[in-house]
């Protein structure tokens, strides 16, 4: 092999390996293609009927883990356009799975009514809700409470500081996101080194 059929087969073994199938079908899919096949969002389930039974089939939060039955005055439930669905306790979590699908279109997102008087709030068209942001209260996963409301004026007598559509509560989760995220990791360090010293003090009891 003389030296410029050498230099030749260098300079195109590059090219050959990029060429290979599995890159060349990495190459030819689109981003969203990728994601949908190897992003976060691939355990969604294709649910055209997400609300009934909906506790049997969203029984946690995907990103914080939380029961959602337990929160059903803030939790949050969407559908995409692809029927994929998830199940969150609160706008903030929600606000991540919008964050993460973006290339997924909301077709529906409801939320639970906390102007419910029943024991496990209904839920209702988050278009249609009327949100009572309070930042002088704590919400769920957040610094901020961002309670929904059927009804405007349970909203109103609710004494938040303003009351909102499902848009503008979206964006100030957004906004809030990194205090509530300091606060969240806050409190979780706090409750494992309580449950720590809770399993070191009957281990040493038991001892």
């Not at 929160?71 to 029927?83: A, G, K, N, P, V």
């Not at 988050?126 to 901020?144: E, I, Q």
């Not at 906004?175 to 003090?201: G, Q, V, Y």
């Amino acid at each position: 092999m003389n030296r410029r059929t050498l230099l030749t087969s260098a300079a195109l073994a590059p090219v050959a390996i990029a060429l290979s199938p599995l890159a060349a079908f990495a190459a030819m899919l689109s981003p969203w293609e990728w994601t949908s096949k190897n992003g976060v969002t691939g355990h969604m389930k294709k649910d055209t009927n997400p609300t009934d039974k909906e506790f049997e089939k969203y029984p946690r939060c995907t990103y914080c883990g939380m029961v959602r039955e337990q929160w059903s005055q803030t939790r949050h439930l969407i559908q995409y356009d692809d029927e994929s669905c998830e199940g969150t306790c609160s706008i903030h979590c929600l606000s991540l799975s919008l964050g993460l699908n973006m290339d997924r279109v909301p077709k529906r997102i409801w939320v639970g009514d906390a102007g419910s008087d029943a024991e496990i709030k209904p839920l209702i068209d988050a278009s249609k809700a009327h949100y009572a942001l309070d930042p002088t209260k704590p919400g769920t996963m957040s610094a901020t409470r961002k309670w929904a409301y059927a009804d405007p004026e349970k909203a109103a007598a609710s004494g938040a500081a303003r009351v909102v559509g499902f848009e503008e509560a979206l964006e100030v989760a957004y906004a809030d996101m990194a205090k509530s995220t300091l606060m969240i990791r806050k409190r979780r360090a706090e409750k494992r080194a309580h449950m720590a010293k809770k399993m070191e003090d009957m281990k040493t009891k038991g001892n």
